[in-house]
Every structure is written in structure tokens, then in C-alpha cells.
């Protein structure tokens, strides 16, 4: 039976510094994203070819999607959703390729230690998208509706509006909660399943569960942006009627 591992495996040192399966992963897709925006953007044209026209579909597409639940602050949350969205999905679909939890070393112990793991199949790394994403949600209302924002969590206007306050403080903090675990817990369980399947029944078998996952990655990845979106507008609306 394969052994499977809640936390990411440490797989040695940059420094003081230990790297794990999950954070060499996590450095592989930012590569990756940043070879793919740096092609696409290196040489515009205004007839584009195939590469450009591919690029832009999806840019635009995503720009549609996250306009209409953002409506005119999309232009504002758009560099951040994107990314958040881009960077989700490549991580979820990577963590998918042969060799991810397949190729590595024994430890001295004799526990297998695979060399690569899912990025997003850590919950380290779910947690510091779930970081950024609320912390953007503050920014963003602060910037946009200024010292104002602070009556969403703390007003003494009256004990209603206070205990009201105190309510959407605890919520912003469970964003957190909630942002990390649903995608740690979708993804991990995604990996554990493919592992268990490919372990019993090798080859063919694996493949409908392959394609389940690579659904399920790009689902995890909408909703995780998708959420952010809708609380973004949340807190630049904050105080509208």
C-alpha cells in the first residue's frame, strides 16, 4: 500500500530554509506561468496567431466571466482574481501529471519520499492564498471606501449594530478557515483517490478518475476566485444602499 503523507515531505535545504515536495511544485507553476505570460506578451501583434489568439480567448473570457459578478470593479479586481484563478487551476491539473508522488527517494527510515506533491495538495499553500485573498478583501474596501469600511466591524452606534460588527469580524477570520480547507480538502482527497486507484487497479482504471479530477480542479479553481470576487464587491459596496 502506497504510504500517504496529510503534510508535505521535506525534501531538503535552501539554507536554513526547508523545502518540501509541495513548495518545489508550488516554484515549478509560478515558472510556468511566468515562461507562458512572458511568450504571450513578448511580441503583440495586432493580427495575433495562434498562440495569441489563444492567450486572449481565455484573458477575455475570464475578464467576462469575473465582470459579471464584479460589474464595474472588475477592471480594479481583475490582475488579482486572475491570478488567483490561473495559478489555482495550473496547480490543481499539475499536481495531475505522471511523476507527482510517483518519482523520489527512500529515507533512511525507509518511508518513500516523493519528489513532487501537488502544490495546492498542501495546506501551507492553501492557507497563504486564503491569507491573500482576505487581506485583498480589506484592501481593497479600505482603499475604495476609506476609514468609513472600519463601521463594518466595529460600530457603536448602537448594541445592535456593534454585536452586528463584531459578527462580520469573526466571519472574515472563518474566510480564511473556509478558503483553505474546502481547497486543501478537494484537491488532497482528489490525490489520495488517484493514488489508492492506481495502487489497486494500475493504467486503465485510474483514467475516469483522472478526468473526474481535472473537472474537479477547475471547479475548486472557479470557486475559489469566483468567492473572492463576490466578497471584493461585498466590501467596496460596503455602506450603499
Known sequence: MPNISLAAEKIGN???????????????????LFVISWFATRKLIIIPGRFQ???EMTVGGLYDLFGSVAGSFVGVFFPLIATL????????????????GTIGFFHETGEFIPL????TADLNTTLALAIIAVIAIQYYGFKTIGFHYSTRFINFANPLMFFL???????EFSKIISFA??????????????TVMAFLMPFVVPLPF?????????????????LTTVFLNVAVSHGKE
Do not use: D, K
Open 53 to 55: 489568439s489563444i492567450i
Open 210 to 226: 483522472v478526468t473526474m479530477e481535472l473537472f474537479v480542479g477547475l471547479v475548486q479553481a472557479l470557486i475559489f476566485s469566483m
Open 116 to 119: 513532487l506533491r501537488g502544490a
Open 181 to 194: 480547507f474546502r481547497l486543501f480538502g478537494n484537491i488532497f482527497a482528489g490525490e489520495v483517490l488517484l
Open 85 to 100: 484563478f490561473l495559478f489555482i487551476l495550473t496547480a490543481n491539473w499539475m499536481g495531475l501529471l505522471p511523476g507527482f
Open 14 to 32: 535552501l539554507g536554513m530554509f526547508p523545502i518540501t515536495n509541495s513548495l518545489l511544485a508550488t516554484w515549478i507553476v509560478m515558472i510556468f
Open 165 to 171: 460588527g463584531i459578527l462580520e469580524l469573526i466571519s
